[in-house]
T-cell receptor
Framework: QKEVEQNSGPLSVPEGAIASLNCTYS??????FFWYRQYSGKSPELIMF????GDKEDGRFTAQLNKASQYVSLLIRDSQPSDSATYLC????????FGTGTQLKVEL | GAGVSQSPSNKVTEKGKDVELRCDPI?????LYWYRQRLGQGLEFLIY????????KSGLPSDRFSAERTGESVSTLTIQRTQQEDSAVYLC???????????????FGAGSRLTVL
């Protein structure tokens, strides 16, 4: 079992819709959870992180964490073509471990 | 510096040669990570430094790979006797957190693209 699992996609959503990206992790001792965005040919950049069970909102982005289910998600509201990228989930215990990413395509 | 700086940005080498990749983290960042990203793939953890010591080097793929960090600053990743499968982008990231339960927010450099012919 991979430490951090994500569906590789691509996930296609129409402009203005809500994009939902999911991630599961195997280490129950994981303590903090991150979403990074990576445009093609560029380095990852942090979108947001979450520690506690529940939702955390930042602008159009909402991270959701359920430690009992070992599940993290990222919702992007009012998706824009500029949101088209690969979204990487990362989990931290003693080091930051990344999933392989989900490719999101926002279509006009 | 203002960001994480990596050099060279591009390196083309012949199979069997040694290469050195350099990372200059954000000033004051105690944690430094190296990841490898092959084309179309995710980030593969290589090694993590806290200060000058490496608590976790479990991701180094073989004994041809080594890394060091000095002065709690610059780090060098060395690949000896390069193979074609070493071709990838090598990403360095740094963090001001000490790991463990910390937020460990990483800032990435632009990467060093290595091509082994």
């Amino acid at each position: 079992q991979k430490e951090v699992e994500q569906n590789s996609g691509p996930l296609s959503v129409p402009e203005g819709a809500i994009a939902s990206l999911n991630c599961t992790y195997s280490d129950r001792g994981s303590q903090s959870f991150f979403w990074y965005r990576q445009y093609s040919g560029k380095s990852p950049e942090l979108i947001m992180f979450i520690y506690s069970n529940g939702d955390k909102e930042d602008g159009r982005f909402t991270a959701q964490l359920n430690k009992a289910s070992q599940y993290v998600s990222l919702l992007i509201r009012d998706s824009q073509p500029s949101d088209s990228a690969t979204y990487l989930c990362a989990v931290n215990r003693y080091k930051l471990t990344f999933g392989t990413g989900t490719q999101l395509k926002v279509e006009l | 510096g203002a960001g994480v700086s990596q050099s060279p940005s591009n390196k083309v080498t012949e199979k069997g040669k040694d290469v050195e990749l350099r990372c200059d983290p954000i000033s004051g960042h105690t944690a430094l990570y190296w990841y490898r990203q092959r084309l179309g793939q995710g980030l593969e953890f290589l090694i993590y430094f806290q200060g000058n010591s490496a608590p976790d080097k479990s991701g180094l793929p073989s004994d041809r790979f080594s890394a060091e960090r000095t002065g709690e600053s610059v780090s060098t990743l060395t690949i000896q006797r390069t193979q074609q499968e070493d071709s990838a982008v090598y990403l360095c990231a740094s963090s001001s957190e000490t790991g463990g339960s910390g937020a460990n927010v990483l800032t990435f450099g632009a990467g060093s693209r290595l091509t082994v012919l």
